[in-house]
Nanobody, 129 residues
Framework: QSQLMESGGGLVEPGGSLRLSCAASGITLYYFTITWFRQAPGKEHEGVACISSRGDGTVYVDSVKGRFTISRDNPKNTVYLQMDGLKPEDTATYYC??????????????????????WGKGTLVTVSS
């Protein structure tokens, strides 16, 4: 069964750090660009960062630039989201999504789910003192 699984969420104080992981099974992430999304209660989900299949291209939403870093380890079939300087407004469930490079080699933070081939179930990040 092909799937993505996120981990690494939790409760952290403002200013703290977390590293999220998106691990794939049944699919080879090298053939996919990966996007991290988040959805806060009562809000639309938004793409926060994405990375190309080779890891040589990244995009960040303005609200996380300079604080979040997306990276990938293709031999480990895993993508990471390092989150530093966390703020209460970063509180959300974070999801990773995979988009085949057959759809294009550049990654995207475009939010419509039909543009992605696989989704994880999410990991909750809570930033609070």
């Amino acid at each position: 069964q092909s799937q993505l699984m996120e981990s690494g969420g939790g409760l952290v104080e403002p200013g703290g750090s977390l590293r999220l992981s998106c691990a794939a099974s049944g699919i080879t992430l090298y053939y996919f660009t990966i996007t991290w999304f988040r959805q806060a209660p009562g809000k639309e989900h938004e793409g926060v960062a994405c990375i190309s299949s080779r890891g040589d291209g990244t995009v960040y939403v303005d609200s996380v630039k300079g604080r979040f870093t997306i990276s990938r380890d293709n031999p480990k079939n895993t993508v990471y989201l390092q989150m530093d300087g966390l703020k209460p407004e970063d509180t959300a469930t974070y999801y990773c999504a995979a988009r085949s490079t057959l759809r294009g080699t550049r990654c995207t933070t475009e939010p419509h789910k039909v543009n992605y081939d696989y989704w994880g179930k999410g990991t909750l990040v809570t930033v609070s003192s």
